[in-house]
């Protein structure tokens, strides 16, 4: 049963209906699978709304500051952060797993959070594997560029972009941190050279009462910009990056830096306008 507290929300009203359709979502998923994971079983709900025809707004929240932990869940003032971005993970899987006729083969499994998406992608090899996956998405977040590739870095009717997280100059390197499961958007100078990018190895575990994830790997690798193409590269840790040119600006998408005590990017060489994305791991350790 569905209890609704009628004197914030009267039947009738769009916004009743919405939450209607969010609530029951969580019913039939806690039905299906009780003990999913939080930020699937939000996402799930924020999407359910969309797909029964309730227009949430754009994620503006998330957009302007896209650096928050996919696979975790906090309340408080990150939690608009959340809902977003687990809305926009589900819906991107969806969208380019073909439509929301790929959901009920996506929740058929009952796995637990990154596990679920995992046991999709082996029948619905869509990427290679997770970390490939939320590479992606992460570069969709910022590019939303159909033309691009095959399409992949793209929503249907998106509409909104990520902000960039900061910006490095030539021989200043930008100083960040960012948990896994998260991006930072950083700007470049434009023209061709080499970003090399470092941080630490590993992070300390975390209680799992305060995160849901445990420990991370960066190696320190350089990448070369060459504005006006595509290409992926790959480590032994799955660490991918991305150059594409969209607008007039080549833009870069590498990889993965938790929590850095270093500078994460040193920057030589470069001329013109580039952009660069360090991502959170989607590595675990145990």
Known sequence: MIYVNVSTLRPGQTAFDSTITHEFQHMAQFAHCPNQ????????????????GYDGGLPATFAAHPDIQLTSWSQGSDVLRHYQAAYLFIRYVAERAGGWDALPTLFASCARGESLFTAFLAQRPIAP???????DWMVANLLQDASVADGRYAYANGGFHAADTGTAAHDVPFLGAVPPYAANYVDLPAGGGIVTFSADTSV??????????TCAALPTRPCTFRPGTTSRISSTTSISALRATAGGRGRSCPGYTPRPTR????????????????????????
């Open 129 to 135: 594997d997770l970390d490939g996956l939320v590479a």
């Open 37 to 52: 994971e939080g930020w699937v079983d939000e996402g799930a709900s924020e999407l359910a709304m969309r797909v029964a």
């Open 204 to 213: 300390a575990w975390t209680p799992a009462s305060r995160a849901n994830w």
């Open 263 to 286: 500078p994460p990017a040193t920057i030589t060489g470069l001329a013109g306008q580039a952009r660069a994305v360090q991502a959170g791991s989607t590595k675990k350790s145990t």
